[in-house]
């Protein structure tokens, strides 16, 4: 599918404009509401819908499929990074009306991380098809670790990444408002703020190495690809503050997500075995797999409020979430 070059510039246009609105709108250091949260989730849906219905238009039904689709994928997929920003939060006592600022320049960092991944992905891919079974590997290992309640916990403590930057550069144990840096006997060291930015694109680094082929697994479209992958990271921060405090209720979307990512699995073994072994090897449509996406991610969520966790279950995961330790 080719995109014309103006096809790119209109989704650049429409991302910048999303966050500089965004940015604006939160440019005091406030703590984000339950009712702020839900108005900006409820946008950037809306957006990421209505910029479907746009593809759909420009480009053709089966690529309005695909987006949203992979759209849809990426969100799901989203949810186990909200129990890390959760983490990362409480480990290093970030006060809450900065947390904000701190997702806002992750969102920066993974926009260009994933951009990054992905086209090294399509570049792969489209040279060495039989690439997709070991990304197939991937995400059905993946699955079944969640599937066993095996996937490893995140421990912010042994971020290589944060403790490489505490070796570029000092890092003072107290905040400074939103500042990153700050001026100390007359060197600029760093803020836990900072450090806080650096765990949560490294986290979101390790999240790609499931993300990225399963999005693949959808389309190998570059633009594709990427622009479902960025709505779906752009609606991130408002998903976590509508979710904050609830996350723990929700504890069937973990078997959900394993079934999904092993869905997803097996559709890009068929799609390899389709392009290396043989073409008379069906394929899952993306129409099928948007469906089977729904259908678990809703199944998760009503079977989750039908049957919810004990008391001392919720109780223990919201401790372990909002537990504080020394920063930096």
């Given at each position: 599918?080719?995109v014309?070059?103006w096809?790119?510039?209109?989704?650049a246009?429409?991302?910048?404009?999303?966050?500089?609105i965004d940015l604006l709108?939160?440019?005091?250091?406030t703590v984000?509401?339950f009712?702020?949260?839900?108005?900006?989730?409820a946008?950037?849906?809306?957006a990421s819908?209505?910029?479907a219905?746009?593809?759909?238009?420009?480009l053709g039904?089966?690529?309005?499929?695909?987006?949203t689709?992979?759209?849809?994928?990426e969100?799901s997929?989203?949810?186990?990074?909200?129990?890390?920003f959760?983490?990362i939060?409480?480990?290093?006592r970030?006060?809450?009306?900065?947390?904000?600022?701190v997702l806002f320049?992750?969102v920066?960092?993974a926009l260009?991380?994933?951009g990054?991944?992905?086209?090294?992905?399509?570049?792969v891919?489209?040279q060495f098809?039989a690439?997709l079974?070991?990304f197939?590997a991937?995400?059905?290992y993946?699955a079944?670790k969640?599937?066993?309640d095996?996937?490893d916990t995140y421990?912010?403590?042994?971020s290589?990444?944060?403790?490489?930057?505490?070796?570029?550069?000092p890092?003072r144990?107290?905040?400074?408002?939103?500042?990153?840096?700050?001026k100390?006997?007359?060197?600029?060291v760093?803020?836990?703020?900072?450090a806080?930015v650096v765990a949560?694109?490294?986290?979101?680094?390790?999240f790609a190495?499931d993300?990225?082929p399963a999005?693949?697994a959808?389309?190998?479209?570059?633009?594709?690809?990427?622009?479902s992958?960025?709505f779906a990271?752009?609606?991130?921060r408002a998903?976590?503050?509508?979710?904050a405090g609830l996350?723990?209720?929700f504890?069937?979307l973990?078997?959900?997500?394993?079934?999904?990512?092993?869905f997803i699995?097996?559709?890009?073994v068929?799609?390899?075995?389709h392009?290396?072994?043989?073409?008379?090897?069906?394929e899952?449509p993306?129409?099928?797999?948007?469906g089977?996406?729904?259908?678990?991610l809703t199944?998760?969520?009503?079977?989750s409020?039908?049957?919810?966790p004990?008391?001392a279950?919720v109780?223990?995961?919201?401790?372990?979430?909002?537990a504080t330790?020394?920063p930096?």
């Amino acid at each position: 599918m080719h995109v014309p070059l103006w096809g790119w510039a209109a989704f650049a246009a429409v991302v910048v404009t999303m966050l500089a609105i965004d940015l604006l709108a939160h440019r005091r250091a406030t703590v984000i509401g339950f009712k702020d949260a839900a108005r900006w989730s409820a946008i950037w849906v809306g957006a990421s819908l209505v910029f479907a219905g746009v593809v759909a238009l420009t480009l053709g039904g089966t690529a309005g499929v695909d987006f949203t689709t992979a759209w849809l994928l990426e969100k799901s997929l989203s949810v186990d990074n909200l129990f890390v920003f959760a983490l990362i939060f409480g480990y290093f006592r970030v006060p809450r009306e900065h947390q904000h600022r701190v997702l806002f320049f992750g969102v920066i960092g993974a926009l260009l991380f994933r951009g990054i991944f992905l086209a090294a992905g399509v570049a792969v891919v489209s040279q060495f098809s039989a690439i997709l079974f070991g990304f197939a590997a991937v995400l059905l290992y993946s699955a079944w670790k969640l599937m066993k309640d095996d996937d490893d916990t995140y421990d912010p403590g042994t971020s290589v990444a944060v403790r490489l930057l505490r070796k570029v550069v000092p890092v003072r144990d107290e905040y400074a408002g939103a500042k990153f840096f700050v001026k100390e006997a007359g060197k600029r060291v760093a803020t836990p703020l900072l450090a806080v930015v650096v765990a949560i694109e490294a986290a979101d680094l390790v999240f790609a190495v499931d993300s990225v082929p399963a999005v693949l697994a959808v389309s190998d479209d570059a633009f594709i690809v990427y622009s479902s992958n960025a709505f779906a990271i752009l609606g991130l921060r408002a998903l976590y503050f509508l979710l904050a405090g609830l996350l723990a209720r929700f504890h069937y979307l973990s078997k959900g997500l394993a079934i999904i990512l092993g869905f997803i699995g097996v559709k890009l073994v068929l799609q390899a075995s389709h392009k290396v072994i043989s073409s008379s090897i069906p394929e899952i449509p993306s129409l099928v797999s948007l469906g089977v996406i729904v259908a678990v991610l809703t199944g998760a969520v009503v079977l989750s409020l039908r049957r919810p966790p004990p008391q001392a279950e919720v109780e223990a995961e919201t401790s372990e979430v909002e537990a504080t330790k020394t920063p930096v």
